[in-house]
């Protein structure tokens, strides 16, 4: 089993930045790609951006330049940070973690973390 929690969500003000944190435990030698998804209310969730335990990199096309996912393996943390905050960002962030060998392969288990909340005012 593997345990995500998220942190560092809150309220910003339209242009400004946050990051966030995903900190794994638990079996993450398991685990090789982890991705973090957001979600508004009443729509599907979304894919945002992801990284492979060796620092592949995959990215939603339309954030692509505003937000950037990387990770430190010692401490079993993967960060997004978002820069240039619209109010379309505001959601539910959520991380993924996966157990894919690569971004085109299957998956025989995936955990989520419970959502952080990001809110941008204008």
């Known amino acids: 089993q593997v345990q995500l929690v998220e942190s560092g969500g809150g309220l910003v003000q339209a242009g400004g930045s946050l990051r966030l944190s995903c900190t794994a435990s638990g079996s993450i030698s398991s685990i090789n790609i982890v991705s973090w998804f957001r979600q508004t209310l009443g729509k599907q969730r979304e894919f945002i951006a992801g990284i492979t335990s060796d620092g592949i990199t995959n990215y939603r096309n339309s954030l692509m330049g505003r937000f950037l996912v990387s990770r430190d393996n010692a401490k079993s943390t993967v960060y997004l940070q978002m820069n240039s905050l619209i109010p379309e960002d505001t959601a539910v962030y959520y991380c993924?973690?996966?157990?894919?060998?690569?971004?085109?392969?299957?998956?025989?288990?995936?955990?989520w973390g419970q959502g952080t909340q990001v809110t941008v005012s204008s």
């Open positions: 993924n973690a996966d157990d894919r060998s690569n971004w085109l392969a299957p998956s025989t288990r995936e955990y």
